[in-house]
């Protein structure tokens, strides 16, 4: 079965200072890998995705994530932290269709 | 609609009671999910359609737990006899398909147990 590890439940940054939420996943197969962002009280909002192709994605808002086989790892990027960045985020991969999350991580940004 | 609706947003019942928990998918997607997201915790599985088949229940956590999608649209997750530690943010998410794997969610509906 897949799981998925999120290493640091919450990460803190300053404003403007590189965000870097790491993922790491255990697949032995090519996986689908996915980023969501969640704003209390409101649901999953897609930041990106891996499938096939560029292994380097692009999402919204700034973020970037990399997709490495030789590490399962599919870590999270942001060149300079935003207030507005302030969020929990998730890591998924797909299992038979459906999503297998992390526990994912808070991230909170100072001024 | 433009995105996945859920209704209600929020639902507060007496443990022992029934609850009915309601997902309008985006138009057009096939597939739809219903996931269970503890305080704190990330989002689990429960079960999956393609259209009205139930394809997996693999994560309904016990027989109390019931879904439906009967034309294939939108969908109802019951919850019978509620229990204390049902209470959670029940999310449900809508796709294309296998192919197209994207899941869109909504925002869910938190459930209180008291």
């Known amino acids: 079965a897949q799981s998925v590890t999120q290493l640091g439940s919450h990460v803190s940054v300053s404003e403007g200072a590189l965000v870097l939420l790491r993922c790491n996943y255990s697949s032995s197969v090519p996986p689908y890998l996915f980023w969501y962002v969640q704003y209390p009280n409101q649901g999953l909002q897609l930041l990106l995705k891996?499938?096939?192709?560029?292994?380097l994605v692009k999402g919204i808002n700034g973020f970037e994530a990399e997709f490495k086989k030789s590490e399962t790892s599919f870590h999270l990027t942001k060149p300079s932290a935003h207030m507005s960045d302030a969020a929990e985020y998730f890591c998924?991969?797909?299992?038979?269709?459906?999503?297998?999350f992390g526990q994912g991580t808070e991230l909170s940004v100072k001024p | 609609g433009a995105g996945v609706s859920q209704s209600p947003r929020y639902k507060v019942a007496k443990r022992g009671q029934d609850v009915a928990l309601r997902c309008d998918p985006i138009?057009?997607?096939?597939?739809l999910f219903w996931y269970q997201q503890a305080l704190g915790q990330g989002p689990e599985f429960l079960t999956y359609?393609?259209?009205?088949?139930?394809?997996?229940k693999s994560g309904l956590p016990s027989d109390r737990f019931f879904a439906e999608r009967p034309e294939g649209s939108v969908s109802t997750l019951k919850i019978q006899r509620t229990q204390q530690e049902d209470s959670a943010v029940y999310l449900c998410?809508?796709?294309?398909?296998?192919?197209?794997?994207?899941?869109?969610f909504g925002d869910g509906t938190r459930l209180s147990i008291l």
């Open positions: 359609f393609q259209n009205e088949a139930q394809l997996d």
């Open positions: 998410a809508s796709s294309l398909g296998r192919r197209k794997p994207t899941q869109h």
């Open positions: 891996y499938t096939t192709g560029a292994t």
């Open positions: 998924a991969v797909t299992q038979g269709g459906k999503l297998i």
């Open positions: 138009s057009g997607h096939v597939s």
